[in-house]
């Protein structure tokens, strides 16, 4: 969670602006009023976004698919919350003893946080111009 140091509505726009730069993040719904903001499902790579854990001793790669919602609120006349929270889910397949895939499963892996601090790096940008 990160607070911005400025009113609601003028955090509301630095964050549409924000997200208009961002090339990997395009909305899929917003809602001024409610401060609501959820964005299409993203298929990045898990380097840089999330942590996957291993199967063996193999760390778990290739792309997993970023769910991301974004909520705002008013906590003082001068004082906006924005929450941003992602979760990645990594499709597995578990190989049986013929080295085939039997089984696939979703793995929930965890966030490293870069986007969210990213996002809103970008987002104090436009509210504090230097």
């Known amino acids: 969670m990160f607070i911005a140091e400025r009113d609601y509505q003028t955090t509301w726009n630095a964050?549409?602006?924000?997200?208009?730069?961002?090339?990997d993040?395009?909305?899929?719904?917003?809602?001024?009023?409610?401060?609501?903001?959820?964005?299409?499902?993203?298929?990045?790579?898990v380097f840089r976004n999330c942590?996957?854990?291993?199967v063996?001793?193999?760390?778990?790669?290739?792309?997993v698919l970023r769910s991301v919602t974004i909520d705002l609120g008013r906590e003082a006349p001068q004082l906006t919350r924005i929450r941003i929270q992602c979760s990645y889910k990594l499709p597995f397949s578990w190989p049986n003893v013929y080295g085939r895939s039997s089984m696939q499963?979703?793995?929930e892996?965890?966030?490293?946080?870069?986007?969210?601090?990213?996002l809103f790096d970008r987002?104090?940008?436009?509210?504090?111009?230097?």
């Open 51 to 54: 942590l996957c854990g291993t």
């Open 25 to 45: 993040a395009e909305i899929w719904y917003k809602a001024n009023e409610e401060g609501k903001v959820t964005l299409r499902d993203a298929e990045v790579p």
């Open 105 to 107: 499963q979703d793995i």
């Open 109 to 118: 892996c965890i966030s490293t946080g870069r986007f969210e601090q990213e």
């Open 15 to 23: 964050l549409m602006r924000a997200l208009e730069q961002t090339t």
């Open 123 to 130: 987002t104090a940008r436009f509210l504090y111009p230097q």
């Open 56 to 63: 063996g001793d193999a760390p778990l790669r290739g792309l």
